[in-house]
């Protein structure tokens, strides 16, 4: 308490407080000027990125496929081999006793049909009502694809682009070109190419022809889903080599 | 008038129809091919049509034009050259067109049962001292004739005639020019150890195009073609009578005058230069402004000097390498605080971007001709190996992995360059034991060597198209 009152008391204190203040207060402003207007090489800070230590990558070999190297034909000579001919094999058979088991084989195969195609007793339902049909009130199914045979179409096709590429091999040449080409392929229901046409040709004649032997060769396709099995067939897809 | 109008009027709505018809069907995109192959190439000895007991040299020419444009061809990586046992015609007893056009001419179906792609025929004729070639270059599966040419030429120049003609083949098949009429300019220990000159030679090295461009007997380094290849920058220890000193000074060196000027000589470095596409400017590194390298930016009209890297301070800004839109910059720098790694910039220095996290040194970045694409030689334990990636960093692979011969170690290979038409990268390799000049392509699956000696070679730098 008493040193406290002598602080107090002292008759410079004010004036060095006020001289301390005011000399605090160009500093800042001078530093402040320097930082404004003087400022020193700009320091780039980048937002902040964790770099753990990572390896560089492996060399990788890429897959070419070197076409072997064409030697001159060659005739083998070599002996044909006989192919021992097999003698047919009488059959010893009771033909009363056959003819008896085809008979017991046949009437319960008929039984077993009737029993199929018997409808089975049902409750008596009243039919849906039908909507009247006049025009303008009937519904298209449209052309968007959705839920399971969406799923369905998506499968059938990834499968199919799968195939073709599988026979679409580029010459090296070839490879940059950027070229594309549409071909309208229609295919039967067992999934077999029933006819090709380009419908957007590349320009480039031996792409064009690349592509549409690529088609023939992975014929057949995967065979189509029921829904599919008239589009593809009538109308055909497009085919488009790369996209 | 109103018959045109309804005519015109039909054909527009079959045309939208047929258009709407087809834009309903499904679309099965395949997508990028993923197998490719090489296509099968028969290519004959070239006929000389001439009378062989007048030209004494027209076997020498005539392999020469062969074996050029065969190497040519194999570089290119598109063929494998078919076996000349496996022909079903003497080449020598037809004429270089089918039997469709000359009555002596080839049969293209004996080159079908062989399974030939394509079929290259060729003839020549020396007169004095003129060759005259004429070659053809069909494609068998569909009988049609791609490309058909007549040159003429001084015999001395027989080696850039099947140069002319490979290019011609990749442009009719790709429709993009071949870098085979190109050069490379390196500095060697060729002339004797102590010194390191300038060179420039053919792209494939050539012995006999090999030709020393400085005589300064002194260590070059990091040479640069100018847009249009008549020029090359460099940089070289020069020494400085008044400092009793060699400084690494920035010069430059007219081809067709053979006249070296300096660009910039302050004490310090003045290195790693690059030209910029403008063909105005040059890019380099400079010492002596800010005390440690920086990256500036030379104008040949007012010779004004422009500071592109600012900071952090204290970092190394090396081996500026401008983008081909002339629009970014490409470096190499350790401002991260740690190893030397690839940046980009803005061409004013703004927008830098770190582009490699990965290996312990990562330095000499180039861009591909395209910009899509970029080179670097990159270090991770005991040696440097050539990788590409994507402009911006992503996809990168290694090109090179070789051991060293005579060493259980790893050899180095670095000073990446691609080749003007971005087909393959030129670099230097030491596994051979000393720097060697090698190639190698996009995808690394073929490196061919280039020289065949035991001098070192420094920096090798493609030139732009020549042709």
Not at chain 1, 84 to 94: R, V
Not at chain 2, 147 to 154: A, D, F, H, T, V
Not at chain 2, 319 to 331: K, N, V
Not at chain 2, 395 to 400: A, E, H, K, Q, W
Request: without cysteine; aromatic residues 10%; glycine residues 6%.
């Amino acid at each position: 308490m008493k040193l406290q009152y002598l602080v107090l008391e002292d008759p410079d204190l004010k004036k060095n407080l006020t001289n301390s203040l005011i000399g605090h207060i160009a500093v800042f402003f001078l530093f402040t000027i320097k930082a404004v207007f003087f400022s020193g090489e700009a320091i780039i800070i980048n937002n902040a990125v964790r770099v753990d230590l990572v390896s560089l990558p492996d060399k990788v070999m890429p897959k070419i496929n070197e076409p072997a190297e064409v030697e001159p034909e060659k005739v083998a000579l070599e002996k044909p081999v006989e192919k021992p001919i097999e003698k047919p094999k009488t059959p010893t058979f009771d033909l009363a006793k056959t003819k008896l088991e085809q008979k017991e084989a046949l009437d319960k195969l008929k039984n077993q049909m009737k029993k199929k195609t018997e409808p089975a007793p049902q409750p008596e339902v009243p039919p849906p009502p039908q909507p009247t049909l006049y025009k303008g009130n009937v519904l298209s199914p449209g052309s968007e694809v959705v839920g399971v045979a969406k799923l369905e179409y998506d499968k059938y096709f990834d499968l199919a682009r799968a195939k073709v590429k599988l026979h679409f091999i580029l010459p090296q040449w070839l490879k940059d070109s950027g070229l594309r080409t549409h071909v309208l392929v229609k295919i039967d229901e067992r999934g077999y190419v029933i006819d090709r046409s380009l419908v957007k040709s590349s320009g480039n004649e031996i792409y064009d022809k690349l592509v549409l032997k690529a088609i023939m060769e992975a014929s057949p396709l995967p065979a189509p889903p029921d829904r599919l099995k008239q589009v593809l067939m009538i109308d055909g897809m497009v085919v488009a080599y790369p996209d | 008038m109103k018959m045109l109008f309804l005519i015109t009027q039909l054909i527009f709505t079959v045309s939208t129809f047929a258009q709407s018809a087809a834009d309903n069907k499904p679309i099965l995109q395949v997508g990028q091919a993923t197998l490719v192959k090489k296509s099968l190439l028969a290519m004959p000895q070239f006929q000389f049509f001439g009378n062989p007991g007048v030209s004494t040299k027209y076997v020498e020419t005539g392999k020469t034009l062969f074996d050029v444009l065969k190497n040519d061809l194999e570089i290119s990586g598109y063929f494998t050259f078919i076996d000349s046992k496996a022909y079903l015609e003497d080449p020598n007893k037809t004429g270089l067109k089918p039997v469709t056009v000359e009555p002596n001419g080839f049969n293209f179906e004996n080159w079908k049962q062989i399974s030939a792609d394509f079929l290259i025929r060729a003839g020549y004729n020396i007169k004095a001292n003129s060759i005259d070639l004429e070659v053809y270059l069909y494609h068998v599966p569909s009988s049609k004739l791609l490309l058909g040419k007549k040159y003429q030429g001084e015999t001395k120049n027989a080696r850039y005639m099947a140069h002319r003609f490979a290019n011609d083949i990749l442009l009719s098949l790709t429709g993009k020019k071949g870098f085979f009429v190109s050069k490379l300019a390196v500095t060697s220990d060729r002339g004797g150890k102590d010194f390191k000159e300038l060179y420039v030679m053919d792209w494939d090295a050539f012995e006999g195009s090999i030709k020393q461009i400085t005589n300064n007997k002194s260590v070059t380094i990091s040479p640069s073609w100018s847009t249009d290849g008549k020029k090359v920058a460099y940089s070289a220890m020069l020494y400085k009578p008044k400092l009793k000193m060699r400084n690494v000074d920035l010069l430059l060196h007219d081809l067709a005058s053979g006249s070296s000027t300096v660009i910039s000589d302050d004490p310090g470095t003045n290195s790693g230069v690059n030209f910029h596409p403008d063909g105005k400017s040059l890019l380099f590194t400079n010492t002596r402004k800010t005390g440690h390298p920086d990256i500036f930016r030379y104008y040949f009209d007012n010779k004004k000097l422009i500071k592109i890297t600012a900071g952090p301070l204290g970092a190394m800004n090396v081996e500026p390498y401008a983008s081909p839109d002339g629009r970014r910059i490409l470096f190499s720098s350790d401002r991260s605080g740690g190893h030397p790694m690839i940046y980009v910039m803005d061409i004013n220095g703004g927008n830098v971007n770190r582009l490699t996290f990965a290996g312990r040194y990562n330095s000499t970045p180039a861009w591909s001709p395209d910009g899509k694409l970029i080179v670097f030689a990159g270090q991770e334990n005991d040696h440097f190996d050539i990788f590409l990636m994507n402009a911006d960093g992503t996809n990168m692979i290694r090109l090179t992995s070789s051991p060293k011969r005579g060493s259980s170690k790893l050899a180095n290979n670095e000073d990446p360059s691609f080749s003007p038409d971005g087909r393959n990268i030129v670099f230097r390799s030491n596994r051979t034991g000393s720097y060697q000049i090698f190639l190698v392509n996009l995808d690394g699956s073929v490196e061919r060597r280039l020289t065949f000696d035991n001098f070192n070679y420094e920096k090798p730098v493609w030139s732009p198209f020549l042709d």
